[in-house]
């Protein structure tokens, strides 16, 4: 669809000021690295791939929806540390051995800038405007339009094998970028072998940067502070969002741009969904209140999990459950190190979690719990909360990923879940979520606590209060 003049548009816009064609481009706030770190990326995937690597960034039509903020697509944010929707990067490796290709290697391509737009959404950054080269930090940028005639020179040299682009998934969910943007290049680059750099470049997100650390812990003590907060709250009679309410505004607050996810608040039978996110449901006396919630900060996802009892007391089945998912996840944690797998063969996180599991306890037919485990142990935690890469690649130091056990038993109205966000480091792991308490005595004497002052609850120790990791 073309988008109308601009003047009716602007008639138009006064009427739908606050509507959904103008809310789409308005941008969430990612914090940046320094320019360095994004040209080390680039440089490190230049190396290793043996062809030109083409990256669309979203062009701000993939969400449009009423309450959508443009949001940049991750591989494109990884490697340029530019949020503005219609770019696209051309990054072109060392030739083979005997060639030889001139001009810039790295090259940002934006849209013309476009003034009565601007007067909506505020001031874009643009390819002509003074100093754009040194505030990107790619060696080139040049206008969109450009794109196209580059590589197709580009091309015509026939100094490549193959270029590379991020294919698409199969099928591509949701509003097709991938699919699009790579039919684009098979009709500009017509007998152009294409092939993928989703893997390669998922690699290199998995180990993150001591700048992508700072940013995750920061999303990490502010969804602690919210779980705290939920300790202190939680009670019969309160609706399940209004728990999340609160956990929202702490991540808010204390300068989440959004959530890393839609947060689960699941009490009684619902604590048995594992993507519960309706939360209308009322807290009743006896049930526990399931609590997956976690901010993003600076683009980073926290990801954590606390199981709750509602009236501040496990009964003595909820606490043998907890106890059972609390020993599983312990046993998990303990084994991440260097080489550790989370999935695939016997020794893998996953399975150490689900041989306990399923070796502990029992539900009321007297059968053994591993059928009420239905997930996986955890994923890589980044820019996404299920982050990028291969969930079988042996663990390396610099990766983040979560453990979490769990088991649900809807006949017994009772999920538990345990989630924690762990750093690999060179001799075994920083559980990053350590300030949290997951022993249950812990937990109840918070809740008191919380009950006893609910006007004056004691505040939640602040991240500064005691160290926000342990070894
Ligand atoms: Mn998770």
Redesign the pocket.
Known sequence: MKSPSARIRTLFGLLVICGALFACHLAQARFRQPNAEYQARRAKLRASMDGPIVVFGYTGHEDASEVALFFQEPNFYYLSGHSEPGAAMLLIPDPPAGKSVSGPREILYLPPRDPAQEVWEGPKMGPDDPGVVEKTGFEAVEPYARLRDDLQKLAKAKIYPAFYTLLPPNPEDGYPHFTNFTNWLRETLPGVQLKDATDTIGAMRQVKSPGELALMQKAIDLSIDAHFDAMRHVRPGLFEYQIAARMKEIHEWGGCAREAYAPIVGAGIDSTVLHYSILDNEIEDGDVVLI?VGGEYGGYAA?I?RTLPANGKFTPRQREIYEIVLGAQNAVIAAIKPGAVLYGGPQSLHDISYNYINTHGHDKEGRTLGRYYPHGV??F?GLD??DAGDRERPLEPGMVI?A?PGIYIPEERLGVRI?DDILVTKDGHQLLTARLPRDPDEIEKIMAQGAQGSQGAPAAPSATDSPASAH
């Open positions: 997956d990801d999990t955890g994923h935690l909360v299920h979560t979490e989630e």
